[in-house]
């Protein structure tokens, strides 16, 4: 009766967390958290231990395939630069390779296709569009990227190959923060992305919009900060988090303390498991990380365009807002300050591996010969509905 009793419960409860209190999920994610997972149970594909091995490589002739991570930026000030946006312009137009990415002036996409057929090895936003919807999360597009990339080419069994850049919170909420405008200006809570989980959107009730509008625009940092609902708060660990773990958006579905532990957890060790992250702050070692790890040159050094618009805009705060910001990304500052101890950890065993370290350091991105892709206005790319197909 026992046996039967477990298999019947399993049956009719099949949930990942159905089982378990929040607090054993929170248990079970910090004993999981810091190991290699299995090639079976890993949503993300190949980890980045998985690619430490000396005979791997990333085969643009078979069927790897790179996965361009990218989480929805507070900024949407014109003239500002956004980490992820640069890195995945990098991708496309800046890998040498053996045959480059094409970006047709009359298309607002580029094709990045492997040398000998006509499938892509990247899925980003510049080449596939936004086919796992608008700024898709950790939940949404690991859900979703085998199956569309199925609708486009052949089913095959491919190797995933996931990849993302993070910024460091504080400074991603005051880049909304626009000069000359004296407002922020970024996405409306609730509007255009779904937020799908566990087979639906999120409802207006779990993601309530904070005032009528479609943007940001116009609405003072008080407000914006005030705002109960703003997604802006943790933004990074809620895009990173596996969101099926805590019922994703129905803040009812478990306590806020248990959420925000198990999120944390499920955000470093989704973090981990990437073949490859990098911080917006250390353009050249995120260079020199994913050039090691993946074998592949880009054509130019990386620019390190750092805080300069944060810096000023953070010397404008009253003490009680820049103590709100802090309150409000208490996760993300967390998960950043975790993200910067396995990046420099990763640097330091990719540099003790490099006989040749101080002559690569000092020169990536300086290749004699390059050929790469039609050139084309970026600035045309800026609007997120052209990449709905």
Known sequence: MCVFGIF????????????????????????????????????????????????????????????????????????????????????????????????????KRCYCFRPHSNQSWLFSRYTTGWKCGLHADWTELTSCVDEKLDILEDVMKRRYFYITLLREPVASILLGICPNFGTFRGEQPGKDLEHFCKGRPATEAEVQPCYEGDTWEGVEL???????????????????????????????????????????????????????F??????????????????????IPFEQNNATLSSSTLTTLTPRQSAKIVELNSLDIELYKFSKKLLFARFEKLKSRDSDFEERFNHLGELTIKNGPTEFDWDKLDDPTEYSN
């Open 278 to 299: 990098g911080l917006t702050e250390y353009q050249k070692i995120s260079q020199y990380i994913f050039e090691e790890t993946f074998n592949l040159r880009f054509a």
């Open 8 to 107: 019947g419960f399993g049956y009719f409860c099949p949930d990942k967390v159905c089982a378990l209190s929040s607090k054993e999920t929170a248990a079970l994610l910090e004993d999981r958290f810091g190991k290699p997972l299995g090639r079976a149970s890993n949503k993300v594909g190949l980890s980045y231990d998985d690619m430490l091995n000396d005979d791997f490589s990333f085969d643009m002739d078979s069927h790897d395939v790179m996965v361009f991570f990218t989480y929805a930026e507070n900024c949407q000030c014109p003239g500002v630069p956004v980490g992820g946006t640069s890195f995945g312009k990098h991708l496309v137009h800046d890998l040498d390779l053996k045959r480059p990415c094409s970006c047709p002036i009359s298309r």
């Open 222 to 276: 008080d407000e914006f900060t005030d705002c109960e609902s703003n997604l802006a708060a943790n933004r990074q660990t809620r895009m990173l988090s596996d969101l099926e773990l805590v019922g994703c958006y129905d803040k009812k579905y478990m306590s806020k303390i248990d959420r925000d532990r198990i999120m944390l957890a499920s955000a470093k060790k989704n973090l981990e498991s990437m073949a490859f």
